[in-house]
């Protein structure tokens, strides 16, 4: 019953070096669900993927072996393996959310005051808003004009690009702000990101905010009005690194959940003749809810899936309903790691350890499991058989004391099909700040999970 560090037994430190720096360079590329649809695409279509909208069109069957995706609104991407069976009887799922905590800017976000040039924002997702002040941000995003022209904008993570941030009180001068409780200590309104201090040569009024837009309008095209049409997000500057003296972890933004993305979409993309139909499921929006369109609550899913089984002749709705019920799902979504400087909140017993291999979460949600999807025995016996069989670690984990806190994913919406689903993904320290923490080989052996289940 006690799980082991993995670090012990490992023969494959070449090739787990190997995975975490591909790894890093994708965390590096990828700080926005757009640049991860974006990203993938580009390597599903190298590897021989077909755009599902594609065989609609042309009206061509699938039939075993073929590899197709669909992107929702360029921010949710499905990607399928056809397998040997028909997909009445059920898929393999890794479902995974790209999307993560930052400061999103708002629609009329630049302003002036104390000829200083600002950036309104609204934060995204749960995050510790203290965290965000004194640290080096990039903005990503796009930016779309009234003539649907698309203007791609990252600034901060090239080596010559100036960085931006949210400043921060003095001590001096924070004894009031130090008084206060962590969460009110910097209000969500004063999350605004310093733009710029130089005024525009014979501009009068706003000078500084005149400078910007010239800027603006110089190297991107984009007037003032631009600004509400787009989608741009402050995130932490600066590339994934290697952690701790000994290399052995990862720091990096947006780990959760790009971490598990990532390794469910390595696994998912060197699968080859599965026996099941193979999906890999990358959602939007679950840090707020999984709403909207790009969510796990929308249509996206269940349609896409009709689509695919339409294509290989086998879509009625009856055979949909069938699909889903015999489809088994890993939630592919992180876990808290025990941290040695705040064990208090931790059941020993019954955590999550870096360094031990994938969680397994059998149930989340918080005052007695309250949102959470409770895995059935009997699936957790079958994935404890095919990944003893397969020779891979993996632990158990409960998201802290009962009463602590809690937490949730996409799993209980999943599960609402009628799926058989249990979340399983790799431990992180710093969990929603700027910088997460993963242990390389967590994240290798996690892959090899994937892998293993979607070949059972």
Known sequence: MVSENLWNKTAARQEISAFSEDYRAFLTACKTERECVSYMADRLQAGGYQKLSDVIRENRPLAS???VYADMMGKALLIFQIGKRPVTEGMRILGAHIDSPRLDLKQRPLYEDGELAMLDTHYYGGIKKYQWTALPLAL???IVKKDGSVVRLSLGDGENDPVLGVSDLLPHLAGKQMEKKARECVEGENLNILAGSCPLEGENKDAVKAGI???LKEQYSIEEEDFISAEIEAVPAGPARDYGLDRSMIM???????VCAYTSFRAMI???NPEYTSVCLL???EEIGSVGATGMHSRFFEDTVAEVMNACGCYSELALHRALRN??????DVSAAFDPNYPEVMDKNNCAYLGRGPVFNKYTGSRGKSGSNDANAEYIAWLRNILDKGGIGYQTSELGKVDAGGGGT??????NLGMEVIDCGVAVLNMHAPFEITSKIDVYETYRAYRVFLRG
Do not use: N, P
């Not at 990096?252 to 790009?258: M, S």
């Open 140 to 142: 990503h995003g796009v």
């Open 327 to 332: 489809t088994k799902v890993l939630s592919s």
């Open 252 to 258: 990096a933004y947006g780990q959760d959940d790009r």
């Open 283 to 285: 959602t939007d929006k």
């Open 410 to 415: 996409i799993a209980y919406i999943l599960a």
């Open 270 to 272: 060197e699968m080859e």
């Open 65 to 67: 072996g073929d590899k």
């Open 213 to 215: 837009l010239k800027l």
